[in-house]
């Protein structure tokens, strides 16, 4: 217990005394009960901030240093708006999409900073026998994506102003597989699970490493230059992946087949699998609560690496030790033995996580386990501002989602880390932004509060007690 203690005040004495600095402070109106939420214009490198509540959507125009250029406001008046579901630009207006309480039908915000015009106007969206599967913006365009019950089709209803259009995907020759071998329609894979945890596809960004909360899911989504990417780890025996061309809607199956494993016919115990996609590499693991392997395969499935962790052998590539999160960052503990990290994987829901940085793969493997309190209030970074689970979380919301999804559970993991080429790299793993702002978030929590990545700098924000909207930076030492 001492241990503990005298390893949590030690990080975070020197998390608070060289992680954060304090960029920018903005006096304004913050209305009651506001949610707040944020997006970047790539090219220009403003940021755009909105709070939200019952009554009127305050917008505010930031340059790059954070400091305010121009505001716009719009009064909700009778329009049942809701929550924000996703962004778009075009040209110089920018276009917010947010839902209402009628499903068939959702309302377009627009806001000219430079004309200082602002427009709300109403788009029907009828989708039938179709079931949402994501929600992304890519290269400024907005896309909500469906797949048409009983088929292979996938569906890609384009939003880049006030109107959309749609394109349907064919899937044509592909072959899914549900978790028993079975043939399925795309429909079935991407919509159905033995589990509600896992039924929805969670959105993986580059920007900052994956939470295992995050990369536990059975079914994620990656978006390179101007594709989705698409894996399905719900079959043990494969990873099924799916590209799919934005311009061109060219796509792209493929099945990686993951680590051999002899199966007892008269033991129970299930092997747990799983991938993660990055730089164009596929890491896979398979394993058991007896020894886990590690795949690693470049795009055109050639095996880079292969990892193993034995029950009784000291692990050969880990850079940090077994560490264990308990309901919070604030409560950790140190696991000695490798027989504990398999036991605690194989009870929970596996994952790996990696980051590229600087010629560098910041991998984590471990474990994250289901939310351990009913109350969803507790743990705000399960939902985000529209009230659905992190599977289909707000694009701007994504970083803070990910920060804040270790609330109230228990995660495993220990920290590895290779160079370019997957060879291990000895020595201690750095910290990065995205470790310091977790500790950062343990002790200053604000309200409203959000998180983004601008240029090379992770960025906190949200109102304090002075009633001022601050913004903290913290970089990768």
């Given amino acids: 217990m001492l241990k503990k203690i005298i390893t949590f005040l ?11 600095q304090l960029i920018s402070e903005i006096k304004i109106g913050i209305p009651k009960k506001s949610e707040a939420f944020q997006f970047e214009d790539e090219e220009t490198k403003n940021v755009f901030l909105f709070l939200d509540n019952k009554e009127v959507i305050s917008s505010f125009k930031l340059d790059e240093n954070l400091k305010v250029i121009d505001s716009i406001k719009i009064n909700k008046g009778k ?41 709300v106007a109403t788009i029907n969206f009828d989708i039938g026998k179709e079931a949402v599967i994501n929600k992304v913006t890519i290269q400024n365009k907005f896309y909500i994506i469906t797949a048409t019950k009983n088929t292979n089709n996938v569906n890609f209803y384009c939003f880049a102003d006030k109107t959309f259009t749609k394109k349907t995907v064919e899937l044509n020759g592909c072959v899914f597989y549900d978790d028993n071998q079975g043939k399925i329609p795309f429909y079935d894979l991407a919509t159905k699970s033995f589990s509600a945890l896992f039924a929805g596809v969670q959105n993986i960004s580059e920007d900052n490493p994956a939470s295992l909360t995050f990369a536990s899911y059975e079914k994620k989504s990656y978006s390179k230059d101007n594709s989705i990417i698409f894996t399905f780890d719900n079959n043990r025996n494969y990873t099924q992946f799916l590209k799919i061309d934005l311009d061109s809607y060219q796509y792209d199956y493929k099945l990686f087949s993951q680590p051999f494993y002899a199966i ?10 799983n991938s993660f996609f990055v730089n164009d590499n596929l ?30 052998k000291e692990i ?14 604030k409560n950790t503990r140190t ?22 940085e600087n010629d560098m793969y910041y991998l984590t493997l ?3 386990s289901e939310v351990q309190n009913n109350n969803a209030m507790m743990y705000g970074g399960m939902f985000g501002l529209t009230g659905a689970l992190i599977s289909l979380a707000l694009t701007s919301n994504y970083t803070i989602n990910n920060i804040e999804s270790y609330n109230n559970r228990v995660v495993v993991y220990i920290n590895c880390l290779f160079d370019k080429d997957f060879n291990h790299v000895n020595g201690e793993k750095k910290q990065l932004a995205f470790d310091k702002l977790r500790l950062f978030i343990a002790e200053n929590r604000l309200a409203n509060n959000i998180a983004f990545k601008l240029n090379d700098k992770l960025i906190y924000g949200g109102n304090n007690s002075k009633k001022k909207f601050v913004f903290y ?5």
């Avoid at 696991?335 to 590229?356: E, V």
């Fill in 335 to 356: 696991l000695d033995k490798s027989n504990q990290l398999l036991r605690k994987i194989s009870n929970s829901n596996a994952a790996i996580s990696c980051y590229f």
């Fill in 473 to 477: 930076s913290f970089s990768d030492n």
């Fill in 10 to 20: 030690v990080i975070c004495s020197f998390s608070n005394a060289n992680s954060q």
């Fill in 264 to 273: 007892d016919p008269e033991s129970f115990e299930i092997h747990m699998s």
């Fill in 283 to 312: 890491i896979q693991l398979r394993g058991n609560s007896s020894n886990l392997t590690i795949s690693i395969k470049d795009s055109n499935r050639k095996e880079i690496k292969n990892l193993n962790v034995f029950l009784d």
């Fill in 316 to 329: 050969d590539f880990k850079n940090s030790d077994i560490i264990q999160e308990r309901l919070s960052i």
């Fill in 79 to 119: 329009n049942k708006i809701e929550s924000i579901i996703g962004y778009a630009k075009n040209q110089s207006t920018y276009f917010t999409y947010w839902n209402s309480n009628d499903k068939k039908l959702f309302y377009v915000l627009s806001y000219d900073f430079d004309k200082k015009e602002s427009n």
């Fill in 366 to 368: 471990g474990s994250s």
